[in-house]
């Protein structure tokens, strides 16, 4: 992968023409859309590989558009809101986000965020580098975890997790039996300080549980452990 290419969709162009500089600045390539629509045109037409998107946009908001990325691209997509609130961040990582910065925001604290999510991304693309260590083949009760080609199989179907996902399913694959706490499971993934940990990562899981289809199984393949966090066991 050469240049990077970024899009930021966002209504208010004053913010997509402040994030290009910005992002440019790192040697990333913008792609500035100024409806849901328009960014949606770009993601079909051109090889993106991060997406920055506004909620509160006119004829399609920033949420449905991420739903319509997810029926067709695992890239990482960051919102960019001026809704603050626990619900509106909680529905924003529902809907496939992988991240939700609010406004007003440091241009400097989200190109951070932005580093974060396509290390994580370019790590397991099959197009990007791989982990040198990783070429295990995890295998707990119908889930097949393969590290190396970033592929997760539930009952011989293939499912798609973004990186986010598959590193939350790798992380308690590869230490089953342990519990972890959602800070624990938020600096294991995310490697940042802890933001908001909870309800990140509690969403996070509600989304892979569904992926894996643990919502009908009796015999779960995530475990809640009241008070303390999630675990896998073997």
Known sequence: MDQINILVT???REIADLLEIYLVSDGYRVWKAYSAKEGLEILQEHDIQLAILDIMM?????IEMCRQIRKFS????IF???KSADLDKILGLGCGADDYVTKPFSPLELTARVKSQLRRYTEFNPDGVQKKDASEVIS???VVINRTTHVVT???EEIKLTPLEFDILCLLAQNPGKVFSTDEIFKNVWNETVYEANNTVMVHIRRLRTKIKDDNREDKIITTVWGVGYKIDQ
């Open 10 to 12: 966002d209504d208010e």
């Open 58 to 62: 006119p004829e399609m908001d920033g």
């Open 74 to 77: 695992n890239i990482p997509v």
């Open 80 to 82: 960019l809101s001026a």
């Open 140 to 142: 707990i009760r119908g």
């Open 154 to 156: 539930v009952d011989g």
